[in-house]
């Protein structure tokens, strides 16, 4: 397993940006998948964007265009970079690191956005 550490989260108003980034440390980082979730009060945690090792990307469709997921090798970490934000956004975000059956999940980090 690796260790994730998110971070970038707050609270901003309808249309603002954040930048989520979760740091990575362990093994074969680099070789992992690696998502963001997001989980809003009584409601399941949803896979919002995923990248893979060669860069390949992923996103749910109410993100699509707003948001963009990105890593940096070298820095063994990922961004989440959130443009055009709404309420509906607001949730916990949790990194994910996933190679095979092998998963690990960051704390997560809170980001509220306000009307």
């Known amino acids: 397993q690796v260790q994730l550490v998110e971070s970038g989260g707050g609270l901003v108003q309808a249309g603002g940006s954040l930048r989520l980034s979760c740091a990575a440390s362990?093994?074969?980082?680099?070789?992992?998948?690696m998502s963001w979730y997001r989980q809003a009060p009584g409601k399941q945690r949803d896979l919002v964007a995923a990248?893979?090792?060669?860069?390949?990307?992923a996103y749910a469709e109410s993100v699509k265009g707003r948001f963009t997921i990105s890593r940096d090798i070298a820095k063994n970490t990922v961004y989440l970079q959130m443009d055009s934000l709404k309420p509906e956004d607001t949730a916990v975000y949790y990194c994910n690191a996933r190679l095979l059956n092998d998963v690990s999940w960051g704390q997560g980090t809170q980001v509220t956005v306000s009307s």
């Open positions: 362990g093994r074969f980082v680099s070789f992992r998948t």
């Open positions: 990248i893979t090792t060669f860069g390949t990307t």
